[in-house]
């Protein structure tokens, strides 16, 4: 499945595809030599554990390039006073008479138990679009779904958002 990612998304994920190339390699390798000029590598676990350190950043980089290579790049072209992505957005939900604010964000940085929800989630993509004072459906399966209403959006930029796992 392609990742749908932000030109922001795209630059963190090159920003440690970097760091992980020039630093995290180095010392890696730098490890894997220290452990292996220790002597026998039957019983060597600091060997083990540095050709393992190794391995998974290798697999990192990876997986972040092939990201990168797949990625679709999304914009957001939501209006001032419409929900796009990066924006906060406080929520009442009729069924439980309940108020939530959550971040409108890409897959990757989606992080529910932060209330930052994916825009290619069922809540994210019934706001997409709608403007303050909507009443929006949520449509989770073809026999279930739940009523929002929007109290206020917020914009905010994305600067400051971490990737998760970055």
């Known amino acids: 499945m392609r990742e ?3 030109t922001r998304d795209i630059e963190k994920i090159q920003e440690e595809i970097d760091h992980r190339k020039l630093v995290v390699r180095k010392e890696a390798i730098e490890a894997v030599k220290e452990a292996r000029a220790q002597g026998d590598l039957s019983e060597n676990f600091e060997y083990y554990a ?3 350190h190794k391995n998974q950043n290798e697999s990192r980089i990876r997986y972040l ?3 990168l290579k797949t990625a679709v790049v999304v914009a957001d072209e939501s209006r001032e006073d419409e929900v796009g992505m990066d924006d906060v957005v406080q ?3 009729e069924e439980d008479d309940e108020v939530e604010t959550y971040k409108i964000v890409t897959s990757i940085r989606g992080n529910s138990l932060e209330n930052r929800i994916s825009i290619e989630s069922p809540i994210g993509k019934a706001l997409k679009g709608h403007k303050v004072g909507d009443r929006v459906e ?3 399966n ?3 779904s739940y009523y929002l209403q929007i109290r206020s959006i917020e914009k905010s930029d ?3 958002e971490a990737i998760r796992g970055f």
Do not use: C, G
């Open 4 to 6: 749908k990612l932000t």
């Open 50 to 52: 540095a050709k393992r």
């Open 65 to 67: 390039e092939n990201m």
């Open 91 to 93: 929520v009442y939900f």
């Open 138 to 140: 949520v449509k989770v």
């Open 142 to 144: 073809d026999s279930y």
């Open 158 to 160: 994305a600067e400051d």
